[in-house]
Nanobody, 126 residues
Framework: QVQLVESGGGSVQAGGSLMLSCVVS????????LGWFRQAPGKEREGVAA???????KYTDSVKGRFNISLDNAKKTLYLQMNSLKPEDTAMYYC????????????????????WGQGTQVTVSS
């Protein structure tokens, strides 16, 4: 079983930056998907960015050019660098993995993942 623990959330003003981290422990297949999701109060959980074991990435349109997903395999840590933050980026942020071991289509829908962290809160004030 895989465990994921997020950190790095906090409160920033609009235009600021934050870097989220997600430490992955437990067994991982050689092929995998890792993703960042967020959920604001009263809204559905939405995919923000995804990455696979080959370093291919995908972003939701609202964060393209502002967020960057990366992976340090040696540290088994997933990152999300968030720049030019906006109040609408305020949400609980979660990392997730598929645990499937096959080809990763870089899903940005929550059904594409089955292991989740507990989340870290990001609050952006105007």
């Amino acid at each position: 079983q895989v465990q994921l623990v997020e950190s790095g959330g906090g409160s920033v003003q609009a235009g600021g930056s934050l870097m989220l981290s997600c430490v992955v422990s437990g067994y991982m297949y050689s092929k995998y998907c890792l993703g960042w999701f967020r959920q604001a109060p009263g809204k559905e959980r939405e995919g923000v960015a995804a990455i696979d074991n080959d370093g291919r990435t995908k972003y939701t349109d609202s964060v393209k050019g502002r967020f960057n997903i990366s992976l340090d395999n040696a540290k088994k840590t997933l990152y999300l660098q968030m720049n030019s933050l906006k109040p609408e980026d305020t949400a609980m942020y979660y990392c997730a993995t598929d645990g499937a071991g096959g080809y990763c289509p870089l899903p940005l829908w929550k059904g594409g993942y089955n292991e989740w962290g507990q989340g870290t809160q990001v609050t952006v004030s105007s």
